[in-house]
């Protein structure tokens, strides 16, 4: 009998072990391979080239073809461009250009959202539809159309000022004829009207968004803080914005990481890369990249640090939402 029961026993603690032993599914890995392998081609290969690339002195195409070898330069592209003074320029135009266009874009954004929220079902939708054709415009064409409109012989704003009367143009703005006026010329008025692109191809994402955060806010706290008698500005301050703080920060980062690398709307409206008093990091390294004579490397190595200063940004959210998750 007593052995019988130590053989029990010895069984059921060599099965215990198996049993404890967590069972691995592979099977949501290999459903996620090809995603993986798919975002390896398309993402970190090319990364990965820019990286090497920044390292080495390349200043023609046969380089990248392989026909002549590629001289080992080590950091001497990233010193280049951190002691070059105009690198400074862009830098600061970027952050200037970043910040006020998410800031811009979040305001504009979020009051759409919550006038969408407001309004009945239909018209709701009306007016989110007209919203989100700028949203699914192409930003080559949406850019294209709005040069036109800033064209200086037969664009829209050159006609309406034409139609202002002498004396208030003249008064106002100090010439009456409008007609040949280069709107792109002066940097502070082309970065107003890139501004003014991009902020209106990006306002329907952060409105929608927004609009969807609203939807998930119990409507019992807006009443009960109107009951108690707090206006509409409290009433978001104290009750929405910290419900769709979480929300906001994605908006925001995203934004940023937007903006940090416009491109093409800049490219179209400057009409090439001469233009170098409005230069921005995503044109600039376009621009060292491919204007003759052409320094990849160089170019490169603004993309690089580019690429790392979006990584902070990036950061620096996701330390801060960890943080807010442990309090």
């Not at 239909?122 to 700028?134: E, G, Q, R």
């Not at 491919?290 to 979006?310: M, N, Q, R």
Request: proline content about 6%.
């Amino acid at each position: 009998m007593t052995t019988l029961t130590e053989d029990t026993g010895t069984a059921a603690a060599r099965e215990t072990p198996a049993r404890r032993r967590p069972r691995v599914d592979r099977l949501p890995y290999l459903l996620l391979l090809p995603c993986l392998v798919i975002i390896g081609v398309l993402l970190l290969w090319p990364l990965g080239q820019v990286v090497a690339m920044s390292f080495y002195k390349l200043d023609s195409v046969r380089q990248l073809r392989g026909d002549r070898e590629w001289p080992w330069v080590g950091l001497a592209n990233y010193t280049q461009i951190l002691a070059d003074p105009f690198f400074r320029t862009v830098l600061r135009n970027t952050v200037l250009f970043a910040a006020a266009n998410v800031a811009l874009t979040m305001i504009l954004g979020t009051l759409v959202g919550l006038l969408l929220n407001r309004l009945g079902r239909k018209m709701a939708t009306f007016v989110a539809s007209c919203v989100m054709l700028a949203w699914a415009t192409p930003a080559l064409t949406g850019t294209i159309v709005w040069k036109w409109i800033f064209d200086d012989t037969s664009g829209l704003v050159t006609w309406l000022f034409n139609k202002l009367p002498d004396g208030l143009s003249q008064t106002l703005f100090g010439r009456s004829d409008w007609t040949g006026y280069g709107w792109f010329n002066s940097p502070l008025l082309f970065f107003a009207i890139l501004t003014l692109v991009v902020v209106w191809h990006s306002f329907p994402f952060i409105a929608v968004s927004v609009l969807a955060g609203l939807k998930s806010v119990p409507s019992e706290l807006h009443e009960a803080a109107r009951v108690d008698g707090a206006g509409p500005w409290k009433v978001f301050w104290k009750i929405t914005f910290p419900l769709l703080r979480p929300v906001f920060g994605i908006l925001v980062v995203l934004s940023t990481i937007w903006d940090f690398k416009v491109f093409t709307q800049q490219f179209v409206l400057a009409g090439g890369t001469q233009d170098r008093p409005t230069f921005m990091l995503s044109i600039y390294s376009y621009a060292e990249a491919f204007s003759p004579p052409p320094k990849y490397g160089v170019g490169s190595a603004i993309a690089v640090i580019l690429t790392l200063i979006l990584l902070v940004v990036t950061g620096l959210y996701v330390r801060m939402v960890l943080k807010q998750e442990d309090e």
